[in-house]
C-alpha cells in the first residue's frame, strides 16, 4: 500500500506580491513633496503631478511590470485643479485590479499658515484670494479622496526630518504602523505644553533645586540623576509609568495614531522631569518604539 507523504504534497505557501502602488494626495504645504522624496529613497519609482487622466495608463504598465518598477507612487494635488473631482471614483475602479494605496498628507490650519509664512509661496489656488481661503477651498474639494484614504498622515507635529523617517518606516514594512512618540520635559511655571497628549505631573519627587550643590545642574547630569534615583519612589513611578504606556503605545498605534506625546512636568523643568523624559525614552527606545525627547523650558 502506497503512503502519501504530506509535505511532498502540500502546496507551497502563497509568495506576498511585492508590487505596490502608492497614490499620494492631500493638503498643499502639509509636506507631500517631503513624503515623495521619501518614497523615491526607499526605491520607488516616484512621479509628481500626475494627470488623472494618465493614472490609469500608469497603473497597467506597473501592473505589466517587473524588476525595479514593481513598487511606484505617483504625488496627485490641487495643481490639477477640476480634474481632482475625479479622482475618487477613478481610485475606486481602480482597486479592483490593481494593488493601490490611497495615502492622504494633511496638516491642522495653524501650521500651514505658518509654513506658508515662512516660504513666502503661493498657494496653487490661492490667485484671487487669502491663503486662510484657499485652505478652506481646498479641504472641501479634497474631502471626497480624503474619505477613500487607505492611510490619513496629519504632519502637523513633525518636522521634515520625522516625516521621512516615519513614512521610511510605515512603508518599507507594509506591515508596521511607526508612531513616534515625543518625551517632553517642562516646568508648570512655564505652562503646559499646549500639543501634549499625556501629562504626568513629577513635583512628587523631591527637588533637586534645594540641593544647593545640584541647583546649577539639569536632570541630565549623574549627580542629579543618582539623587533623583535614590527615592524608592523614582523606581516605582517609573516602573509604574512604563508598564501603562507599554500598554498604551501598541493600541495607538492599531488606531492609526502617528505621533504621540507625553509631557512629564516639575516645577521649572530643569531637573526631575528632564531625567524622568530621559529615562523613560531608554526604556521605549529598548522596546522598538519611535522616540525622542524635547526638554523645552531645561534653558531656562
Known amino acids: 500500500m502506497s503512503r502519501t507523504n504530506p509535505k511532498r504534497n502540500a502546496k507551497p505557501p502563497a509568495r506576498r506580491d511585492a508590487r505596490q502602488l502608492v497614490i499620494l494626495t492631500g493638503l498643499s504645504g502639509s509636506g507631500k513633496s517631503t513624503v515623495l522624496h521619501a518614497f523615491e529613497d526607499m526605491g520607488f519609482y516616484c512621479v509628481d503631478n500626475l494627470p488623472v487622466e494618465l493614472i490609469p495608463i500608469f497603473a497597467e504598465i506597473h501592473s505589466a511590470g517587473g524588476g525595479d518598477f514593481l513598487r511606484a507612487a505617483l504625488l496627485v494635488d490641487a495643481r490639477e ?152 519612589q523614582t523606581g516605582e513611578f517609573l516602573r509604574r509609568i512604563e508598564g501603562l504606556l507599554t500598554y498604551l503605545i501598541p493600541h495607538y498605534i492599531q488606531e492609526g495614531k502617528s505621533y504621540l506625546t507625553i509631557a512629564f512636568g516639575c516645577t521649572g523643568g530643569k531637573h526631575r522631569s528632564v531625567m524622568l523624559a530621559e529615562e523613560v525614552e531608554k526604556n521605549l527606545a529598548h522596546r522598538k518604539f519611535s522616540t525622542k525627547v524635547v526638554h523645552r523650558d531645561i534653558d531656562k
Open 81 to 232: 485643479g477640476v480634474q481632482l473631482e475625479k479622482l475618487p471614483a477613478l481610485v475606486q475602479h481602480l482597486k479592483k485590479d490593481h494593488p493601490i494605496t490611497l495615502v492622504f498628507i494633511e496638516a491642522a490650519e495653524d501650521a500651514l499658515l505658518r509654513r506658508y509664512s515662512e516660504t513666502r509661496r503661493p498657494h496653487p489656488l490661492g490667485k484671487n484670494y487669502s491663503v486662510r481661503e484657499s485652505l478652506t477651498h481646498e479641504r472641501d474639494l479634497m474631502e471626497p479622496i480624503r474619505k477613500l484614504a487607505d492611510v490619513v498622515i496629519d504632519t502637523t507635529k513633525f518636522n521634515v526630518h520625522e516625516l521621512r523617517h516615519f513614512i521610511t518606516g510605515r512603508f518599507k514594512n507594509p506591515d508596521q504602523r511607526p508612531m513616534l512618540v515625543s518625551l517632553v520635559s517642562f516646568g508648570y511655571k512655564y505652562g503646559v505644553p499646549a500639543d501634549a497628549d499625556l501629562v504626568l505631573d513629577v513635583r512628587f519627587l523631591p527637588n533637586p533645586h534645594f540641593i544647593p550643590r545640584l541647583r546649577e545642574y539639569t536632570g541630565q547630569d549623574p549627580k542629579v540623576r543618582r539623587y533623583i534615583r535614590s527615592f524608592p
